[in-house]
């Protein structure tokens, strides 16, 4: 059987088609263009399905979103795509493709396409990290996702890191997503210097950049020392865009090391194999 791979992302849809050993047979990206709306989201995946799948037969759908789906509801929450929330995304994909899918959220699929394809070859318990627009986070245990209860587990991005902290999209104070965004970097960024820049040109002057980058691994450290209370996996693997700076391998593990509750703290934190393109992989893998 075929396997088709859907990820919607916040500016980019990618599609793939995988054969029975998982070798890419087509690959495609298009706009994801949200400001238009959710039907034109719908839209967009149903048309780029329909034309992955348009010379087989036998495949089944994998679809990669931002959020969850409720449990309660069958609808979409906790998406930093707004116009997702509340809508029954699985539900109108199935409908207008006329075919049962498979969808689980962006942090999930990442987890799973490391697991089985990636830096976490080998390793029982993976927690998969998602740091870029937001901050999320995937278990996969033994090879299957760990959804918990209610399909929240994982979502690191919402612990409540500092009391009465940062305001958050999700209604809360002091979110993890709040202080180690990409966003929030360099939101904080502006607060210290009153300068407008991005991440990457941050760390290019980090010489000028002592305060927040401290604040940055003092953030990062006790964020995911607690998921290692918690969890206790057997290796992190971080993706995302901020995954690709290089101090987070070398300065941030020590942060998270100095913030866990043992007195032996070896938890690899690994960078990614697959780069952006695991999202899509781990979808065609569900």
Not at 99 to 128: P, T
Not at 132 to 143: A, E, L, W
Not at 164 to 169: F, I, K, L, R
Not at 267 to 281: E, M, Q, Y
Request: aromatic share 6%; net charge neutral.
């Amino acid at each position: 059987m075929y396997k088709i791979g859907i990820d919607l992302g916040g500016t980019k849809i990618e599609g793939i088609c995988l054969d029975e050993n998982l070798n890419v047979i087509q690959r495609k990206r298009i706009p994801t263009n949200q400001q238009n709306g959710y039907r034109h989201i719908v839209d967009s995946i149903v048309s780029l399905t329909n034309e992955l799948s348009k010379n087989i037969s036998d495949y089944s759908i994998g679809i990669c979103t931002p959020g969850a789906i409720s449990k309660k509801t069958g609808l979409i929450k906790n998406s930093n795509t707004q116009c997702l929330i509340g809508m029954p995304l699985k539900e109108d994909l199935q409908k207008a493709l006329g075919k049962r899918i498979a969808m689980e959220n962006d942090a999930n699929c990442f987890a799973m396409a490391e697991a089985k394809l990636g830096s976490g070859i080998g390793f029982d318990v993976v927690f998969g990290v998602i740091m870029g627009t937001g901050v999320g986070g995937g278990i996969v245990i033994n090879g299957k996702i760990h959804n918990g209860r209610t399909n929240i587990a994982g979502e690191w991005g919402h612990h409540k890191l500092h009391h009465n902290g940062n305001a958050c999209y999700c209604g809360k104070c002091g979110c993890v997503e709040t202080y180690i965004s990409g966003p929030a970097l360099e939101k904080r960024w502006t607060e210290l210097t009153g300068k407008a820049q991005f991440v990457p040109e941050i760390i290019k002057n980090l010489d000028d950049a002592q305060k927040w980058k401290q604040e940055f691994l003092d953030n990062f450290g006790i964020g995911l020392a607690n998921v290692i209370d918690i969890l206790d996996p057997d290796v992190i693997v971080l993706g995302g865009g901020l995954s690709n700076i290089d101090f987070l391998y070398t300065q941030g593990k020590q942060s998270v090391y100095d913030n866990v509750f043992s007195d032996v703290v070896d938890t690899p934190i690994l960078r990614n194999k697959l780069g952006d393109s695991a999202g899509v992989f781990g979808a065609a893998l569900l």
